[in-house]
C-alpha cells in the first residue's frame, strides 16, 4: 500500500506544485490524470524520492520514505517523462549496466532476468541495437524493461503514452496491464483515455490538489441523466457557452457537437447522452 498523507511542495519560483494531497493506493494500477502543470510529475519526483516535500509524509508498505528512501528505491522502478540514454549502448548492454547499479551482482541471474524483460517487452531482437537508435515507442518499452529490473514492487510512469502512435500506444497498453496484476503501478497521464482504458482507480489532480478520486466508472455515473449534447453553428458558439456549462466541443459535418452539463433538458435540441470520464474530467478541471 502507498499512502500519501497531506503532501505539499513549493517551488523556490513561487509555484506550489503540490498542495495538501492525500491518496491511498493498493495494487493495481493506479491513474493520476491531470493537465501539463497541475503537479503530476512533481508528485510522482516527491514519490521517486528525487526531490523532499516541505510538509507531510509518504509510506510505501508502512516505509517512510523520507526516512528511509534506499528501502524504498530498492523496491521502485521508474519511467519519468523523458530518460536519456548512453549513444552508444546496446539494449542489452545498458540494461546489464543498469542491473549492475540496481544491486544484481549475479551475471548469470542478471543476463537471464535481462532476456526475459526483453522478450517481455518485444525488444528482444533489437537487443544488440543501440537504444539511441530506437523509435519512441521502442524507447517507451525500453524505459519499462529497465524499470522491471530487480522485481519492484512499485512502478511509476510518467505521460508514457505521449507522441506514441496508435500500434504502440496499444502495446504499451497491453504491456502496463499485464505487469499491474501483481504490484502497484501509478500511471500519469494527461490522456483521458489512457486512464479509462487501464485504471480501476483514478485522480484527477489540477493546481497542486486532489479535485476528485474514486473508481472511474462510479465517477462516471454520478453525470448520468445530466450530460446533454447539441449541434450548434461556429457562429452560435460564444452565446452559447455564456447560457450553459460547456463540457467539450468537438467539430463534426461543419457544425459543433456541444456537451453540456444540465439538471434538466436545457432547451429544445438536446439529446440526454451516456456520460464518459471526459466529461467527468472537464468538469472536475472546471469546478476547480
Known amino acids: 500500500m502507498l499512502e500519501i498523507h497531506n503532501l505539499s511542495k513549493k517551488y523556490s519560483n513561487g509555484v506550489q506544485a503540490l498542495d495538501n494531497v492525500s491518496l491511498e493506493i493498493g495494487k493495481g494500477m493506479f491513474g493520476l490524470l491531470g493537465p501539463n502543470g ?25 516505509i517512510d520514505i ?9 523496491q521502485l522502478g521508474y519511467l519519468p517523462q523523458e530518460f536519456g540514454v548512453y549513444p552508444k549502448f546496446s539494449a542489452f548492454d545498458l540494461l546489464d549496466h543498469m542491473a549492475t547499479l540496481k544491486g544484481i551482482s549475479d551475471k548469470k541471474q542478471r543476463h537471464e532476468q535481462i532476456n526475459a524483460l526483453l522478450h517481455q ?30 522485481d519492484p514492487k512499485l512502478i511509476i510512469v510518467d505521460e508514457p503514452t505521449a507522441g ?11 504491456l502496463l496491464s499485464e505487469i499491474s496484476e501483481n504490484i502497484i503501478v501509478l500511471l500519469s497521464t494527461h490522456i483521458v483515455s489512457d486512464v479509462e482504458d487501464l485504471c480501476t482507480r483514478m485522480a484527477i489532480l489540477s493546481g497542486g490538489k486532489i479535485r476528485e478520486c474514486g473508481h472511474p466508472t462510479e465517477l462516471i ?17 460564444e452565446p452559447f457557452e455564456r447560457d450553459y456549462q460547456v463540457l467539450s466541443r ?8 456541444a ?10 435540441g438536446f439529446k440526454c447522452v451516456t456520460p464518459t470520464l471526459e466529461d467527468v474530467y472537464f468538469n472536475t478541471l472546471q469546478q476547480g
Not at 523520507?66 to 530498492?74: A, D, F, G, I, Q
Not at 506514441?164 to 497491453?174: A, G, I, V, Y
Not at 468537438?250 to 457537437?257: A, E, M
Open 250 to 257: 468537438q467539430l463534426h459535418l461543419g457544425k459543433i457537437q
Open 221 to 237: 455515473n454520478r453525470l448520468t441523466g445530466r450530460v446533454w449534447m447539441k449541434a450548434i453553428g461556429k457562429a452560435e458558439i
Open 164 to 174: 506514441l502512435d496508435p500500434e504502440e500506444r496499444n502495446r504499451f497498453h497491453n
Open 121 to 150: 517487452t518485444n525488444l528482444f531482437d533489437a537487443r544488440r541495437r543501440a537504444v539511441a537508435n530506437f523509435s519512441g515507442g521502442m524507447k517507451q518499452r525500453f524505459g519499462i524493461a529497465q524499470a522491471l529490473l530487480g
Open 66 to 74: 523520507s526516512k528511509s528512501p534506499r528501502e524504498l528505491r530498492l
Open 38 to 62: 497541475a503537479g503530476k510529475s512533481s508528485l510522482m519526483r516527491t514519490i521517486a524520492t528525487l526531490q523532499d516535500a516541505d510538509a507531510g509524509n509518504i509510506t510505501f508498505n508502512n
Open 259 to 268: 456537451r453540456i452539463l444540465s439538471e434538466v433538458c436545457p432547451e429544445d
